[in-house]
């Protein structure tokens, strides 16, 4: 089946630093790619959604200039929360939608990566 | 390697029972989750668990077979409204999940 990875798996950075989280889909290529963030034992929050070569379209209360979206090509998002703070601990999590692009069409999760911010 | 496979699709009644099964082999493991997901939303959190057994919570229950790397979602009463995908997800020894494909639910009247 369809494979998402991302890139690192969990990081540890200073408050203040910024960090670069990519999304890649391995085996297939993906026109859209959504970011989440997850609390503990609590429903995937939405972050954004990604299309490829054009802007991300942001959810209510996410700032755009502090997590940056960028979709380049059909197989690679990357988020990059900047001057992270303690309070952007979490685990942020893509996914991707094949190329078809309807809202039935099967997203693929990655498997998370895990974000301290000292 | 690391799988877990849940059926692609399953059908039920309004008002009726359906259980929606698990299985998986992982390096490791942290604990079981569920999510629904309605086309176009975000996963939804229904349960996790990490010890075997039965967890039950209102009409949706969940269990867990370490020993035999199992998982099962119980939906009673089904309503209309439980039209949706059902995805079971892994956390592995790292903290990783590891997901399922999904099982769509169909009800019918």
């Known amino acids: 089946g369809a494979v998402v990875s991302q890139h690192p798996s969990w990081v540890i950075c200073k408050s203040g630093t910024?960090?670069?989280?990519?999304?890649?889909?391995?085996?297939?290529q993906a026109t859209t790619m959504f970011w989440y963030r997850q609390f503990p034992k609590q429903s995937l929050m939405l972050m954004a959604t990604s299309n490829e070569g054009s802007k991300a379209t942001y959810e209510?209360?996410?700032?755009?200039?502090k997590f940056l979206i960028n979709h380049a090509s059909l197989t690679l998002s990357?988020?990059?929360v900047t001057s992270a703070h303690p309070e952007d601990s979490s685990f942020y999590i893509?996914?991707?939608?094949?190329?078809?692009g309807g809202d039935?069409?099967?997203?693929?999760?990655?498997?998370?990566t895990r974000l301290t911010v000292l | 390697g690391q799988n877990i496979d849940q059926p692609t699709e399953m059908t039920a009644t309004e008002g009726a029972i359906v259980q929606i099964n698990c299985t998986y082999q992982t390096s490791g493991f942290?604990?079981?989750?569920?999510?629904?997901?309605?086309?176009?939303?975000?996963?939804?959190?229904?349960?996790?668990?990490?010890?075997?057994g039965l967890?039950?919570?209102?009409?949706?229950?969940?269990?867990?077979?370490?020993?035999?790397?199992?998982?099962?979602?119980?939906?009673?009463?089904?309503?209309?409204?439980?039209?949706?995908?059902?995805?079971c997800a892994i956390m592995d020894s790292n903290y990783q999940l590891i997901w399922g494909a999904g099982t769509k639910l169909i009800i019918k009247p």
């Open chain 1, 18 to 28: 910024s960090v670069k989280i990519e999304c890649r889909s391995l085996d297939f």
């Open chain 1, 94 to 100: 893509c996914s991707a939608r094949a190329e078809s």
């Open chain 2, 55 to 87: 967890e039950e919570k209102g009409r949706f229950s969940s269990f867990l077979s370490r020993s035999k790397g199992y998982s099962y979602l119980l939906l009673k009463e089904l309503q209309m409204k439980d039209s949706a995908s059902y995805l």
């Open chain 1, 78 to 80: 990357t988020l990059t």
């Open chain 1, 60 to 65: 209510q209360g996410v700032e755009k200039d």
């Open chain 2, 30 to 52: 942290n604990g079981l989750f569920w999510y629904q997901q309605h086309a176009g939303e975000a996963p939804t959190f229904l349960s996790y668990n990490v010890l075997d």
């Open chain 1, 104 to 112: 039935t069409d099967t997203q693929y999760f990655g498997p998370g």
